[in-house]
DNA sequence: TGACTCATGTCAGTAGTCTGACATAGCTTG
DNA sequence: CAAGCTATGTCAGACTACTGACATGAGTCA
């Protein structure tokens, strides 16, 4: 292991330590939801349901930060394995309203406890006031990157 | 549009919220990048050739946070275009040392402008004090996951 | 009304990453 | 020395997510 050679300035890179982050939770959350046959995004669909049903599915896809086209290709497969409901027709315009079924918020119910578990872990060396600046912070952030990318 | 309805409790989720910046930031190097031909490990894998020369593969897929076997392709396809070279034996052990070419070193270059100006585009709204706080807490965070990941 | 713009759902093909597996080199331990 | 453990490089197959493209429905405006 050379690693503990010289901490050049990638460790003082914001940008370099949020991906070293991002990743570390994605493996966690992924070492956890693996026994229970799901990835990261399919609990995703499930929490985001569970939260605001009859979302979309382009609604479902830009609260799990992924395209249209790959939420649609999940949301096929639940609905074919019976975690969620849509209507064959849309009620209004195109849009199809996703709803759980039973099934699926049983499912749900176990992964949310195996993925509070990884994010209680994450607070864990965290005070309440360094919780709340990470969420400020997080947000200026998203914000700054967000109105460079979708404006211009 | 129904997203401005309810700010449940998934704005308030850390983990949540890491991952929609950490996605934001992506995205935002993916835009830089495309135009240069790059995707952001192919960037990250560079980059860290130029500030540790003569990483081996496995080294560099740690630092990129990918398997070593992505790096491993996307190694191959660097060394055939000329953009880093690996010796055709292994100077001790099976460790590959690799380096950058003049011509991954130019191609770096033009990269490290267009990730910079994003970097800098997201420390815009953060004070120093800010941007040290977010150091430490986003540091917190990898310890806290990483120990119980590697370690059990 | 008709043209234009935008968002949505969906199909198809591509690219990047992952898991599984194997052989090999170095280190440790009995 | 032999056995076992760990780390590495590599190949192959599978999966996930992405880009590109198309048709359709809603809203805007002349």
Redesign the pocket.
């Known amino acids: 292991?050379s690693q503990e050679g010289a901490g050049v300035d990638l460790k003082t890179s914001l940008g370099y330590l949020l991906k070293e982050a991002s990743s570390a939770l994605r493996a966690a959350m992924?070492a956890v939801l693996r026994p229970l046959g799901m990835?990261?995004?399919h609990y995703s669909c499930l929490e985001l349901l569970a939260q605001r049903p009859g979302l979309?599915?382009?609604?479902l896809a830009r609260g799990a930060?992924?395209?249209?086209?790959?939420m649609?290709?999940?949301?096929?497969a639940l609905e074919r394995d019976g975690y969620v409901t849509r209507p064959a027709e849309?009620p209004?315009?195109?849009?199809?309203p996703t709803r759980l079924t039973p099934r699926g918020r049983h499912s749900l119910e176990q992964a949310t406890v195996a993925v509070r578990s990884v994010e209680l872990r994450m607070l864990a060396g965290l005070t309440e006031s360094e919780q709340s600046d990470a969420l400020r912070i997080l947000r200026s952030m998203v914000r700054s990157l967000r109105d460079a990318n979708d404006g211009g």
């Open positions: 292991m992924e990835t990261v995004t979309s599915n382009s609604e930060f992924v395209t249209r086209q790959s649609n290709v999940l949301l096929q849309a209004v315009g195109k849009v199809l």
